[in-house]
C-alpha cells in the first residue's frame, strides 16, 4: 500500500514556466485539481513529499495550503532527501510513488517501483516509468496519479466521503 507519495514542482505541479517581474518576483501556476487531490490524500492519514531542485517561497506556500508533510526545496540529490524521508516514516520503497518530469527526477524514481510522469515528461524518462500519464504538467497531472492510486488500493470510495457527505 502507497503512504507517500513524492512530487517534484515545475513540470509536474506546474506547467514548467517560470515568470519573473520587473521586481524579480517569481510567479508559478498551480493546478486547483492537483492541489484537492494532495489535500485529500492528506486528510486520508496518508503522507506527502515535494523535492525540487530549486527554492521558492510560492512552494512552500502551496506546501503549507495543501499540508504537505515534507517540503525539501534547493535539493540536488533527490534520492538523498527521499532515502532520508523513507527512514523518518519507517517506510519501504515499496510503499512510495514518486511523479518527476525530467532527468534530475530519475535518481528518486530509480528508487521504488511506482512511478509517474505527465505526458509531456522528457522522453528518456518513460524507461523509469511504471505509469506514463494522461495529462500535462500543471494540467492535472498530480490529480491523475493519485485518482490511479486510490482505485488501485480502494480508497476511492473513501476518498469520495471526504467530499459527498
Do not use: C, H
Amino acid at each position: 500500500m502507497i503512504e507517500l507519495i513524492v512530487l517534484d514542482v515545475d513540470g509536474t505541479l506546474t506547467d514548467g514556466k517560470i515568470f519573473y517581474t520587473e521586481n524579480e518576483d517569481e510567479i508559478k501556476a498551480f493546478n486547483i485539481k492537483d492541489g484537492l487531490m494532495v489535500a485529500s490524500w492528506n486528510r486520508l492519514g496518508k503522507k506527502s513529499a515535494i523535492i525540487t531542485g530549486r527554492v521558492s517561497k510560492i512552494v512552500q506556500r502551496r506546501a503549507n495550503e495543501l499540508g504537505v508533510t515534507y517540503v525539501i526545496q534547493g535539493e540536488r540529490n533527490k534520492s538523498k532527501a527521499l532515502k532520508d524521508i523513507s527512514q523518518k516514516e519507517n517506510l519501504e520503497f515499496s510503499q512510495i510513488a514518486v511523479i518527476g518530469d525530467d532527468l534530475n527526477d530519475l535518481s528518486m524514481m530509480k528508487l521504488v517501483n511506482k512511478t509517474f510522469a505527465p505526458v509531456d515528461a522528457n522522453p528518456y524518462i518513460y524507461d523509469f516509468v511504471s505509469n506514463p500519464l494522461t495529462k500535462k504538467g500543471g494540467e492535472g497531472a498530480v490529480a491523475e496519479m493519485i485518482e490511479i492510486i486510490l482505485k488501485e488500493e480502494n480508497l476511492y470510495d473513501k476518498f469520495l466521503k471526504l467530499w459527498v457527505e
